[in-house]
């Protein structure tokens, strides 16, 4: 039976903006009150899922979050209506009205970890949704996300979800952002690849000193056990400590893997020989050749990873065998990370071919490639039962062009989220995706 790995695209919401929400990422507080542009941002997003789809891949689609989430601001005390809600806050609150307002669920890879059946105990796959406790504007995600992937993935023949982990800073879960998945074919049974910044309970495991960790060991132990993942299938590293204090705030910053291929920084783990030495073992056991491409730090420094997004790649595996490496635009305006792409490429290993998209929307506020989709590995069978709703197709990529360009502003700034009208026009445009993903009644406004 054939097998696909399927990225589920992030659809950028109505209130895309700069907020600067995230402690941490340099590129969303570096970019801090800018003014943002909801209609591109969509639109560059939804032209790299169709160049996706374009060159054979499977391409799926997540819906965005209604927002300015105003269900959030009245359990932190500001009542009234919708509108004197978001009035007050604007008044008495204004970064939380801004956090309340936030699109970052457009970074999928943040939506939930995913596993699939051939490395499940009972032999589905398994959707457990990212408490994302870390900041309160992504923390407040995971009910509609859940609601959301369980109007995509329904049939539970096929598929198992697990709500959030509890939302406790020992807890911390990121996702997929922080989560890799190596097989030789993406139907075999593989390893998971679980990526922490600390241990909650343990003090002699080191931490970062500048910016916070949001990833717990403990958190990921806890996602392996929820998905009925073996011993011999799991593989837990810690990122190094130094290189969050770079900026580096999630493992996808700094790493990539794919198929029997990770691509990472020399300083992205804390004990790589050991890491690797591991991952090559278990993966030997499994009938796959682990390979890795660590990129030396004389050759492209944290600063230049961090800045360009190189490793915030999407590392896809062509029909005939051959990798390619979807990066954005900000990798070939650096010189040095564009001189070590053109030597990667010219060296003729497994990554045979790189690929630029714009994506400067997402990238000023701290997301890339690899941040904007969700990968599923799917059976044919587990295919056929998805939603067909999400799956994008030449006609469902003109519907959502011509959705877009009728609900979304050209333009946002702070002043504009306090604006009772936004919210009205969040939840009539999403009130219509509904119906074109044929969701059902996923969002809070549909459903109270």
């Given at each position: 039976?054939?097998?696909?790995?399927?990225?589920f695209?992030?659809?950028?919401?109505?209130t895309?903006?700069?907020g600067?929400?995230s402690?941490?990422?340099?590129?969303?507080?570096?970019?801090?009150?800018?003014?943002?542009n909801?209609?591109?941002?969509?639109?560059?997003?939804?032209?790299?899922?169709?160049?996706?789809?374009d060159?054979g891949?499977?391409?799926?689609?997540?819906?965005p979050?209604?927002?300015?989430?105003?269900?959030a601001l009245?359990?932190?005390?500001?009542?009234?209506?919708?509108?004197q809600?978001?009035?007050?806050?604007?008044?008495e609150?204004m970064p939380?009205?801004v956090?309340?307002?936030?699109a970052?669920?457009?970074?999928?890879?943040?939506?939930?970890?995913?596993?699939p059946s051939?490395?499940?105990?009972?032999?589905?796959?398994h959707?457990?949704?990212?408490?994302l406790?870390?900041?309160?504007?992504?923390?407040?995600?995971?009910p509609t996300?859940?609601?959301?992937?369980?109007?995509?993935?329904?049939?539970?023949?096929?598929?198992?979800?697990?709500?959030?982990?509890?939302?406790?800073?020992?807890f911390?879960?990121?996702?997929?952002?922080?989560?890799?998945?190596?097989?030789?074919?993406?139907?075999?049974?593989?390893?998971?690849?679980?990526?922490?910044?600390?241990?909650?309970?343990?003090?002699?495991y080191?931490a970062?000193?500048k910016?916070p960790?949001?990833?717990?060991?403990?958190?990921s132990?806890?996602?392996a056990?929820?998905?009925g993942l073996?011993?011999?299938?799991v593989?837990?590293?810690?990122?190094?400590p130094?290189?969050?204090d770079?900026g580096?705030?999630h493992?996808?910053v700094?790493?990539?893997?794919?198929?029997e291929l990770?691509?990472?920084?020399?300083d992205?783990?804390?004990?790589?020989?050991?890491?690797?030495?591991?991952?090559?073992?278990?993966?030997a056991?499994r009938?796959?050749?682990f390979q890795?491409?660590s990129v030396p730090?004389d050759?492209?420094?944290v600063e230049?990873a961090?800045?360009?997004?190189?490793?915030?790649?999407?590392?896809l595996?062509r029909d005939?065998?051959?990798?390619?490496?979807?990066?954005?635009?900000e990798?070939?305006?650096?010189?040095?990370v564009?001189q070590y792409?053109?030597g990667?490429i010219a060296?003729?290993?497994p990554?045979a071919?790189v690929?630029?998209?714009?994506?400067?929307?997402?990238?000023?506020?701290?997301?890339?490639?690899?941040?904007?989709?969700?990968?599923?590995?799917?059976?044919?069978?587990?295919?056929?039962?998805?939603n067909?709703g999400?799956?994008?197709t030449?006609?469902?990529?003109?519907t959502?062009?011509?959705?877009v360009?009728?609900h979304?502003?050209?333009?946002?700034?702070?002043?504009?989220l306090?604006?009772?009208?936004?919210?009205?026009?969040c939840?009539?445009?999403?009130?219509e995706?509904?119906?074109?993903?044929?969701?059902?009644?996923?969002y809070?406004?549909?459903?109270?």
């Amino acid at each position: 039976m054939k097998s696909f790995e399927v990225n589920f695209d992030g659809l950028v919401g109505p209130t895309h903006n700069y907020g600067g929400l995230s402690f941490g990422n340099v590129a969303s507080q570096s970019n801090s009150q800018q003014a943002s542009n909801p209609k591109e941002a969509a639109l560059q997003g939804l032209e790299k899922m169709k160049a996706l789809m374009d060159m054979g891949f499977v391409q799926g689609v997540l819906a965005p979050q209604e927002r300015p989430d105003v269900a959030a601001l009245r359990s932190v005390g500001f009542g009234g209506s919708d509108a004197q809600v978001i009035e007050r806050a604007a008044k008495e609150a204004m970064p939380l009205l801004v956090a309340s307002c936030s699109a970052s669920s457009m970074w999928v890879a943040n939506a939930a970890t995913v596993s699939p059946s051939a490395d499940t105990a009972d032999g589905r796959v398994h959707f457990t949704a990212a408490n994302l406790n870390c900041k309160f504007h992504r923390s407040i995600e995971h009910p509609t996300t859940s609601r959301v992937l369980g109007a995509m993935f329904a049939d539970q023949d096929h598929f198992a979800h697990h709500a959030a982990l509890p939302a406790v800073a020992q807890f911390g879960d990121e996702g997929a952002a922080n989560h890799t998945r190596f097989c030789r074919d993406y139907g075999e049974a593989g390893v998971e690849f679980f990526v922490y910044g600390r241990s909650a309970f343990d003090s002699r495991y080191p931490a970062p000193q500048k910016y916070p960790a949001r990833q717990t060991l403990e958190a990921s132990q806890a996602v392996a056990r929820l998905h009925g993942l073996s011993d011999e299938g799991v593989v837990f590293a810690q990122q190094n400590p130094a290189v969050i204090d770079q900026g580096v705030f999630h493992n996808d910053v700094i790493a990539v893997g794919n198929g029997e291929l990770l691509f990472h920084h020399q300083d992205a783990f804390l004990n790589t020989e050991q890491t690797l030495a591991e991952l090559h073992s278990k993966l030997a056991a499994r009938g796959a050749n682990f390979q890795s491409i660590s990129v030396p730090r004389d050759q492209v420094a944290v600063e230049d990873a961090v800045r360009s997004y190189l490793f915030n790649s999407q590392l896809l595996t062509r029909d005939n065998g051959s990798m390619l490496l979807i990066v954005p635009e900000e990798c070939r305006a650096n010189p040095r990370v564009w001189q070590y792409l053109q030597g990667l490429i010219a060296s003729a290993g497994p990554i045979a071919e790189v690929k630029v998209f714009d994506l400067k929307q997402s990238m000023q506020n701290g997301g890339g490639p690899a941040c904007l989709r969700l990968r599923v590995a799917l059976n044919e069978k587990e295919l056929s039962a998805v939603n067909p709703g999400v799956i994008m197709t030449p006609a469902l990529y003109e519907t959502l062009t011509q959705w877009v360009s009728k609900h979304y502003r050209d333009a946002l700034r702070e002043n504009d989220l306090a604006d009772p009208q936004l919210l009205i026009e969040c939840r009539t445009a999403l009130d219509e995706l509904t119906h074109i993903l044929n969701l059902g009644s996923v969002y809070p406004f549909q459903i109270n």
